[in-house]
Structure formats: C-alpha cells, structure tokens
C-alpha cells in the first residue's frame, strides 16, 4: 500500500467498490443455500429474489472502478501521463490527411 498514492476520494470509491464486492459474495453464498428458484407466496415456483440483488450489487463494483478508472485516467492527461503512469514522450500522432508532419520534423 506504501507504493501508492491514494486520495481520500479515491479510497471511499475503493472502499465503496469492496463492500459492494462483499455484499454480491454473501448474496452469493445465500443463493447457494437457498437455491436459484424459491417458493412463492402461492406455491409456485420463482427466481430467487437475491439474484436480482447480487446482479445490483455487481453492477455497483463495476460502476465504482469505472469511476475509479476515468479519475485516474484524466488525472493522467492533465499530469501528461498514460493511466499506468508512464510519461508521455511523443505528442498524439497526426489525424490522417494531415499535412506538413514528416518523420523529419516531428518532434518528440
């Protein structure tokens, strides 16, 4: 953990990310006891309603280290850097139909 540098938004994203991971894992071990089908308030038989719940809370992990990612990522072009943390040592090639850029002048 000394290796990276985390702000405190980030951490509550991370935070928020495991204990929605947590919440699907034991919504998953219910499942595993109780079944993919239930019983219904008339007999019949039903998807288990936890399996909606786990779909959320799954969901939810993924939306919190998509947010995780693009803060990082334009965290990265501000500082100039890709999101792995590398430096930036070449400008954006050029569009194609570009002119003027030949191997001779473009910079790095």
């Excluded at 219904?40 to 039903?46: E, V």
């Excluded at 998509?66 to 400008?91: N, S, V």
């Amino acid at each position: 953990m000394a290796r990276y540098r985390i702000e405190e938004s980030h951490a509550e994203l991370l935070k928020l990310a495991c204990l929605a991971a947590d919440r699907a894992e034991t919504l998953r071990l219910q499942i595993n006891e109780m079944g993919q089908t239930v019983p219904g308030s008339m007999g019949q038989t039903q998807t288990n309603p936890l399996i909606a719940a786990e779909g959320a809370a799954q969901k939810r992990v993924a939306a919190f280290l998509k947010q995780l990612r693009a803060i990082r990522r334009a965290e990265a072009r501000e500082a100039g850097t890709t999101a792995e943390g590398w430096r930036l040592l070449m400008p954006r090639p050029p569009e194609r139909g570009d002119s003027g850029i030949t191997p001779r002048n473009y910079k790095s």
